[in-house]
C-alpha cells in the first residue's frame, strides 16, 4: 500500500526557514514524480514545486522560485522541501504527492496527474 508522510511544518517567523520532508512507503521511490502541494483556507490547492522520476526535472511556482528547493534521496525513500525566505503567504497545509505514469524527465505539475497523497503538514508563517 502506497503511503505518504509530510513532516516538519511548524510556526516560524517572517524570512526564516522550514525543511519539510515526504517519507514514502509501500513503493520504491525510484519509480514515482513527487510533487509538493499547498492549500490555503478558503483556496485551491496548487503545486508548489514537483520533482521528475529521474531527478532531471523540476518545477517550481512563480512564488516560491528562487526560495524553495525540491530534493529527493531515493536511498532513504524521501522528498525534502527546503523553504528560505517564508513569508506570511506562505501559510498554508502542505501535501506531498506521488505518481508513476509518466516518462522518466516528465514532470507533474497538477493535482489531477496525481495518483496518492500524504494528509499534509501545516505550515505558519506568523510574527
Known amino acids: 500500500q502506497v503511503q505518504l508522510v509530510e513532516s516538519g511544518g511548524g510556526l516560524v517567523q517572517p524570512g526564516g526557514s522550514l525543511r519539510l520532508s515526504c517519507a514514502v512507503s509501500g513503493f520504491s521511490l525510484d519509480y514515482y514524480h513527487i510533487g509538493w502541494f499547498r492549500q490555503a483556507p478558503g483556496k485551491e490547492r496548487e503545486a508548489v514545486s514537483c520533482i521528475s522520476r529521474n531527478g532531471e526535472g523540476t518545477y517550481y511556482a512563480d512564488s516560491v522560485q528562487g526560495r524553495f528547493t525540491i530534493s529527493r534521496d531515493n536511498a532513504k525513500n524521501t522528498v525534502y522541501l527546503q523553504m528560505n525566505s517564508l513569508n506570511p503567504e506562505d501559510t498554508a497545509v502542505y501535501y506531498c504527492?506521488?505518481?508513476?505514469?509518466?516518462?522518466?524527465?516528465?514532470?507533474?505539475?497538477?493535482?489531477?496527474?496525481?495518483?496518492?497523497w500524504g494528509m499534509g503538514t501545516q505550515v505558519t508563517v506568523s510574527s
Open positions: 504527492a506521488a505518481v508513476a505514469n509518466y516518462p522518466g524527465a516528465y514532470v507533474p505539475k497538477t493535482t489531477s496527474e496525481y495518483e496518492s
